[in-house]
């Protein structure tokens, strides 16, 4: 089992950049692909981007490619989002997921969920 404690949230005007951290506990963080979903009011939870264990093979929505970058540190059980030119679309609760199985833009495939933190993008 593995609990995921997301920071990094905060208010950005656009264009603005933020990078977001997830702390994973547990010894066994090598063996789960990571994520993370966003969620904006009123819609519903959308995948963001993925990397998986092993060889850290990345994936993104289109909507932040380019701009997002996502990483994870083994020795710090931290997996991180850099996200640069901030749009106010971008606004919503990030959240931090873990998966025993495979990398994916699936939100029910991952077992593990933070609280999520909550980014705020002005105009």
């Known amino acids: 089992q593995v609990q995921l404690v997301e920071s990094g949230g905060g208010l950005v005007q656009a264009g603005g950049s933020l990078t977001l951290s997830c702390a994973a506990s547990?010894?066994?963080?090598?063996?789960?692909?990571m994520a993370w979903f966003r969620q904006a009011v009123g819609k519903e939870r959308e995948f963001v981007a993925s990397?998986?264990?092993?060889?850290?093979?990345?994936s993104y929505a289109d909507s932040v490619k380019g701009r997002f970058t996502i990483s994870r540190d083994y020795a710090k059980n931290t997996v991180r989002l850099q996200m640069n030119s901030l749009k106010p679309e971008d606004t919503a609760v990030y959240y931090c997921?873990?998966?025993?199985?495979?990398?994916?833009?699936?939100?029910?495939?991952?077992?593990?969920w933070g609280q999520g933190t909550q980014v705020a993008v002005s105009s």
């Open positions: 997921a873990a998966s025993s199985r495979f990398s994916s833009d699936y939100a029910p495939g991952y077992e593990y």
């Open positions: 547990g010894r066994t963080f090598s063996r789960y692909a």
């Open positions: 990397i998986t264990r092993g060889d850290g093979i990345t």
